[in-house]
């Protein structure tokens, strides 16, 4: 709730005017700068996801969600052991980035829209487009683990990262149990954000905010269960 400096009136975190005499509340925000954002979500993640909430458009959100397919895609390649179905490192980066692409540019379709329908059930306020905001933001640790941490992994155990006989952990136990340990904490680190995203953005309580989080990783988990037996891998 904001309260209006001039007639004193309530108005909703996000009115940019005061809904009863017009006066000034808060900047509008037109527009989404990339890296002041990811940079801002690091450094105090509620004021950047009240910015995000405000913004009008919710720039880089499809680009984020693309990032984030590649991420999942590689460590569904892992998780599958799928390193003996090619025949050098460089294939199966190339198939590893194109379904992640495919991965990515499918669960802007479905992910945002079940986010945005369990934080509507919780009693969430606001639209879907800062649904998708939100959601594509938390998502900022995964996907620049992307850029950090895939390239130490990839430069460490080359195919090997892929391969079940031999197993990447008995080559390297302990640089394997540290990547695996740091992937972890990212995926921590997401969720975190997307709890505080949910509960900044649609103006609920923390407690509420993470069952509408764990109810779209359920959504997720679902997605990654059943799509690999329909492909058949
Ligand atoms: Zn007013």
Redesign the pocket.
Known sequence: MII??????E?DNYAT???????F?QNRIPNLDLFETVWGIVESPRATFHQVTLAEHKNYSVFLFTLFGISLSFTSFWYLRLGNRFDTLLELIVWALGVGVVTGLGLVLILPVSYHLSARAMGGKSGFRSSLGLLSYSLVPVVASLFFVLPVELLTFGMYLFTANPHPYTIKPVSYVALVSFDVGVSLWSFILAVLATSTGHQMSIIRAIVVVTLTMGALAGVFFFAPRVFRL
């Open positions: 209006c400096p001039v007639c004193h009136s108005n005017v005061c809904s009863n005499c017009k006066g509340l």
